[in-house]
């Protein structure tokens, strides 16, 4: 996530001079001064230049560690996802975020993971106490986001695991009725697009098993869904899957998480998901896909930040300049 001190020094930049654009003329209107619709050729998505890996690469340049700053550089200068804090209201870091994001004429690309009961109290647990405390987290991110272009994948893991059991019975029907009041709330901004997590092909294999569960949590009225997020399952996969589940439910369309998946799945065993070794970047983001149901390719798993506390990586979240370096460094240049 942000520091506020790092975000606060680009904003100030942003405002007075738009002197830290990541690239291009800034644009008062929205991204590309048009107000890019999802997945339109153009697009570009807010580089934060106080992330953990540009901070990396400052500091191991000036540590004499040129080569591997330049390695960082592939992670560092590309757009990544911020994930809204869970234990604080979201909506001053939102209004942040975004308003970096629309002094450079970008779309900020966020992620909303606060659904209670989160991750079945595995290494990415917590979420807000109650389905009342998470719709007023939710509208608190969305008075947040205010008029900006954003794009939020909402809630990673929420539905896949009502889908594979992990999600005890008593709590199914709460979530996805909390998941559609979301979806609303947030679609209520004129320029946020929302897509609503749908695992990977190969956790929930069958879409089908799925697509009901979207629809009773909101993908309706959401823009699309979300596929691959924080997992490592090649592009190609992806793509056969979401046409394959997008023809289920009506054509929606749908955005891929590539962020660490270049040498596609680790064949691991048990947890191969976590912090797996010998993986690389995968297609950097882009609204320009090729294909007309994806909307783009997201970098929502921000490369470097550990997957938990497994193959001696820290804490889920945090960052781990080790492995940031080793996903850098297998990527094509």
């Keep these: 996530m942000l520091r506020r001190s790092s975000l606060s020094a680009v904003l100030c930049c942003a405002v007075l001079a738009l002197a830290c654009s990541s690239g291009g003329d800034a644009a008062p209107d929205g991204p590309e001064g048009g107000g890019a619709a999802a997945g339109e050729a153009g697009e570009r998505f807010w580089v934060d230049p106080g992330s953990p890996a540009a901070r990396q690469a400052e500091e191991w340049e000036a540590a004499g560690r040129g080569d591997d700053a330049e390695v960082l550089r592939r992670i560092a200068d590309r757009p990544l996802a911020h994930w809204a804090p869970g234990e604080e209201d979201p909506g001053p870091w939102a209004r942040e975020v975004t308003g970096a994001a629309t002094a450079e004429g ?87 697009r929302v897509y609503l997590d749908a695992g990977n092909p190969d956790w929930i294999a069958d879409p089908a098993q799925i697509a009901e569960p979207l629809r009773r949590a909101g993908v309706g009225g959401a823009d699309g869904f979300a596929l691959n997020v924080a997992n490592f399952q090649t592009l190609s996969d992806n793509t056969v899957y979401g046409h394959a589940l997008s023809e289920l439910l009506g054509g929606a369309h749908f955005v891929i998480d590539t962020s660490r998946n270049g040498n596609g799945p680790f064949d691991g065993g048990e947890e191969s998901w976590c ?59």
Excluded: F
């Design 106 to 192: 970008t779309t900020a690309v966020l992620v909303a993971y606060n659904i209670p009961h989160r991750d079945c109290g595995q290494y990415s647990q917590g979420g807000a106490r109650d389905d009342a405390a998470y719709a007023g987290w939710i509208d608190a991110l969305a008075e947040g986001i205010g008029d900006a272009h954003a794009v939020v994948v909402l809630e990673p893991d929420a539905v896949p695991h009502v889908v594979d059991g992990c999600t005890a019975p008593m709590y199914v029907e709460d979530r996805l009725a909390a998941l559609a009041g979301a979806v609303d709330r947030l679609k209520e901004q004129p320029h946020t």
């Design 275 to 333: 912090n797996p070794p010998g993986r690389a970047l995968g297609t950097p983001p882009t609204a320009d896909t090729g294909d007309a149901l994806t909307d783009a390719l997201l970098w929502v798993k921000r490369p470097g930040e550990s997957d938990g506390e497994c193959r001696g990586g820290p804490a889920a979240g945090q960052w781990w300049p080790e492995y940031a370096l080793e996903l850098a460094r297998a990527a094509a240049p």
